[in-house]
């Protein structure tokens, strides 16, 4: 699952991978630890602060309405590491086993973008802005 923390303060917001250890039905809240080795932070998350990753691909064959289409911002897991970031969609999937290519945000760029990127497509989700 895809989780935000706050790490040190509340403007600072990070989309990790996560995995959940347990579910409070009465707080709703979820314990989740981060997957990234290094890390292994714990946090307790309310359920708005957490996004079921997608299990299945979608097909664009059968159901093109399940993809992300061209320029659409999402959030996505940047390649090599355990953190999401804001992303924009530069093509989606052809076949149900084609990565997406996205463009990621970044200012070391003259225009504002990574290269881009390949990004399976269950490490994709709808971008969602921090409260």
């Not at 714990?42 to 309405?65: I, K």
Request: hydrophobic share 35%; aromatic share 10%.
């Amino acid at each position: 699952m895809a989780a935000l923390t706050r790490p040190g303060n509340d403007s600072d917001h990070n989309w990790i991978i996560a995995e959940v250890i347990h579910y409070d039905r009465t707080s709703e809240t979820y314990e989740v630890d981060d997957i990234d080795e290094e890390q292994k932070d714990r946090h307790v998350l309310a359920q708005g602060s957490v996004v079921p990753l997608p299990t299945m691909r979608a097909n664009p064959e059968t159901d093109p309405e399940a993809l992300f289409q061209k320029g659409t911002l999402v959030l996505a897991l940047y390649p090599q590491t355990t953190c999401f970031y804001r992303a924009v969609v530069q093509t989606p999937p052809a076949t149900a086993a084609d990565p997406y290519l996205l463009l990621f945000e970044d200012n070391s760029f003259p225009e504002g973008y990574s290269p881009p990127q390949e990004v399976s497509q269950r490490y994709v989700i709808a971008f969602r802005e921090p409260k």
